[in-house]
């Protein structure tokens, strides 16, 4: 079974937002909430290499942001953050308050930084940020994911356009060439108890939502044996 962990953040100017797609803080919940309910032997986690770019205060449209697109932005006049702390980031810019893309979509960012980098900039008179993927980010993931008991995982997507430092890594990982990383000892039946009590909150709370499906993607690569 492969999760697809990515599109936290579409490329869609409703909720929740600009933002970046796979944050630790939430690739971490969704680990876990998948191995409470699926045999690890049979669980891919998939992340991604790519990100969005959205305007901030027009109504140009939101674009997708590979590596080499990144590139070209940093060339230009920008300013690169790496954590990236909306909320602060937010808070310190004069221009903020016509940020009407990012400004009613502030409180899911709270206390929360992330360690994807991103962009921000202006072009045509319109402010954008743009998140997308680097060697770094993706290495920070892939801690996470195989500090977890995994069958493997897969990527969305493995192209030219990506950082060449992250085929480098994933080189390194094949090969078993990367230094060791301290398990998580992980109960997946406190995980699932844990969720019950989640679930049970006042009936005038509840609301009613519809789970989204996705087509799975061909691109998997098997963890390597120890």
Known sequence: IKIMAYELHPRKYRNPGPGPQAPNVWLKDIIEYSLARIPSEKLYMAIPTYGYDWALNCNARAKAVYFDTALKIKASKSIHYQPTDITKIFAENSRSKSWKNLSKFMYIHENKVYEDPSLWYNSGGCDRVAFYMNRKAFEDKMTLLRKYKLAGFS???????????????????????????????????????????????PKSNAKNTKPQGKTLDKTTMILPKK
């Open 155 to 201: 990527f969305w997507q493995l192209l030219s356009d990506n950082d060449p430092e992250i085929n480098e890594y994933l080189s390194l990982l094949v090969t078993n060439k990367l230094p060791p990383v301290e398990k998580i000892n992980f109960d997946p039946h406190q995980k699932i108890e844990e969720d019950k009590k989640d679930l049970t909150v």
